[in-house]
């Protein structure tokens, strides 16, 4: 098994797939803020990959796009950017609704312009929220599985990831590919929980000493 490319693939997949589920979570809280009478409809739609079987997610995704994303990293992407939607966009849609927005009315009154405030009041208070989202939607990214499986397929050197690599070992009986995939898997993890405690914590502490 070619590792390098496995976990060059699964990084590849999990950060388009972070970056599509992280946009697609702000432009919905902002549009529920918007027009509250949508907020039923999109609850229904965001929450439906955490409740369905990730395996007919990804047959969702190949029915709509008629075949055209099957088979390659792009549709692998898309199906991990959809399961991991639900724990993005609710912690983004609850780091947004509570902006205060007397804050953010003060602040235009004295004078500031709208990218001032966004920057110096608004951002400060969403940085929180904007790190936990992202940080939920890549570490699930990485351990998906049963969507991308049936999206993008099981493909060596084009869509393997460490999920479909170490379900591949498995299978074939492969001791050593297994024990090294699930090593690379298990660092991948622990990484990005201590990158992000790291960035929490130093984002505590700014906010105290501020």
Same mark, same amino acid.
């Given at each position: 098994?070619?590792?390098i490319?496995?976990?060059?693939?699964?990084?590849?997949? %999990? &950060?388009? #797939?972070?970056? $599509?589920s *992280?946009?697609?979570?702000?432009?919905?809280?902002?549009l529920?803020?918007k027009y509250?009478k949508i @907020?039923? @409809?999109?609850?229904?739609?965001t929450?439906?990959?955490?409740?369905?079987?990730?395996?007919?997610?990804?047959? *969702? &995704?190949?029915?709509?796009?008629n075949?055209?994303? %099957?088979?390659?990293?792009?549709?692998?992407?898309?199906?991990?950017?959809?399961?991991?939607?639900?724990l993005?966009?609710?912690t983004i849609?609850?780091? @947004?609704?509570s902006?205060?927005?007397?804050?953010v009315?003060?602040?235009r009154i004295?004078?500031?312009?709208?990218?001032q405030t966004?920057?110096?009041v608004?951002?400060? %208070?969403?940085?929180?929220?904007?790190?936990?989202? &992202?940080?939920l939607g890549f570490?699930?990214?990485?351990s998906?599985?049963?969507?991308?499986?049936?999206?993008?397929?099981?493909?060596?050197?084009e869509?393997? %990831?460490? #999920?479909?690599?170490?379900?591949?070992?498995?299978?074939n009986?492969?001791?050593?590919?297994?024990? &090294?995939?699930?090593l690379?898997? @298990?660092?991948?993890?622990l990484?990005?929980?201590?990158?992000?405690?790291? $960035?929490?914590?130093?984002?505590?502490?700014?906010?105290?000493?501020?």
């Open positions: 098994m070619d590792i490319g496995i976990i060059f693939t699964t990084l590849k997949i %999990t &950060i388009l #797939s972070t970056l $599509i *992280f946009l697609s979570s702000v432009i919905l809280s902002l529920v803020l509250r @907020i039923l @409809i999109v609850d229904v739609i929450t439906l990959p955490l409740a369905l079987p990730p395996v007919l997610t990804g047959y *969702f &995704i190949i029915y709509i796009s075949g055209y994303l %099957t088979f390659n990293w792009l549709g692998g992407s898309l199906a991990c950017a959809i399961i991991s939607l639900p993005v966009y609710r849609f609850v780091s @947004i609704s902006i205060n927005a007397n804050i009315n003060t602040s004295l004078g500031a312009s709208r990218i966004f920057f110096l608004v951002l400060p %208070t969403l940085k929180i929220g904007i790190f936990t989202s &992202i940080f570490i699930r990214s990485i998906e599985f049963g969507a991308t499986m049936i999206v993008s397929g099981n493909i060596s050197g869509t393997q %990831t460490l #999920s479909t690599g170490i379900y591949t070992a498995i299978l009986g492969d001791d050593n590919s297994l024990f &090294i995939l699930t690379s898997s @298990i660092f991948l993890a990484f990005s929980i201590i990158i992000f405690n790291i $960035i929490r914590r130093n984002q505590k502490a700014l906010n105290f000493y501020e």
